[in-house]
């Protein structure tokens, strides 16, 4: 008698473990990971004109942990005005992730190259070595690395001072390429332009300096980061 209530109260027991994991949101892993996260690229990276718990990669990652998982850190290697070769260079000196590797890592990078009308052909080649580079960080897992695209300054009061329609045909000459090369490697391009092109009608967007993303545009990219870096952590 008493084994069999033991066995009926253990049966219960399960199925009452069962039944909260079933209804566990979706959002949440069942058992909490930590997460490192590399973000690369420039101004649009280090968030220029933002604080710096505001910008792209720190509002990823405080998404995330709202989401459950456990940020080990966030490792950001992006400076105001870099280019690729200037983020390539950067890489090099980087040794202390020569050998690492991260849950998620972001690239973004190509509107220094456009704004110092720099060769297209080059940035191709450059951008493509910088996405292989950024594929090493992340074990080789191409779920794990999200390019992100190139917003467009022209959008901004910084911007209407010069020639706005060629800044916008060069941004998109340039992301045109840019998610060629991303895709082609199988890798998620995730595009953030079309909010960037809301500068003017929506001025909060733009940072006091008249030229970034302020926190609210930062905070519009991630709803567009977070479903693609849901997905890749659940690889």
């Known amino acids: 008698m008493i084994r069999t209530l033991v066995i009926c ?8 473990l069962n039944c909260q994991k079933a209804h ?4 949440i892993p069942e058992s909490p990971k930590y997460i490192s996260i590399l973000a690369l690229g420039d101004s649009y990276t280090k968030g220029e004109s933002v604080p710096w718990a505001k910008n792209f990669p720190n509002q990823l ?4 942990r709202q989401a459950g998982y456990l940020i080990k850190g966030v490792r950001n290697i992006a400076q105001t005005g870099w280019r690729t070769d200037q983020l390539q260079a950067a890489l090099n000196n980087a040794t202390d992730i020569a050998d690492s590797t991260f849950d998620l890592v972001t690239l973004c990078i190509g509107v220094n190259n456009q704004y110092q009308n720099g060769s297209l052909d080059t940035y191709k080649i450059q951008f493509e070595n910088l996405l292989q580079r950024a594929l090493a960080r992340a074990g080789g897992k191409t779920e794990r ?4 695209s190139i917003p467009d300054w022209a959008f901004t009061p910084y911007g209407q001072n ?4 060629t ?9 045109t ?13 995730v595009n953030v332009t079309p909010i960037s092109r809301m500068g003017l ?9 008249g030229l970034h993303p302020s926190a609210g545009q930062y905070s519009a990219w991630v709803q567009l980061l977070f479903p693609a870096a849901k997905n890749a952590l659940r690889s």
């Open 145 to 148: 690395v999200l390019v992100v």
């Open 24 to 27: 566990l949101p979706p959002d």
């Open 162 to 165: 010069f020639s706005p329609g």
């Open 167 to 175: 800044i916008s045909q060069e941004i998109d000459q340039f992301n």
């Open 9 to 16: 109260l253990l049966s219960c027991l399960i199925t009452s």
């Open 201 to 209: 009608e929506q001025p909060e967007l733009v940072a006091p300096d």
């Open 61 to 64: 990652a405080d998404s995330l």
């Open 177 to 189: 390429a840019k998610r060629a090369i991303t895709e082609s490697y199988g890798v998620d391009f």
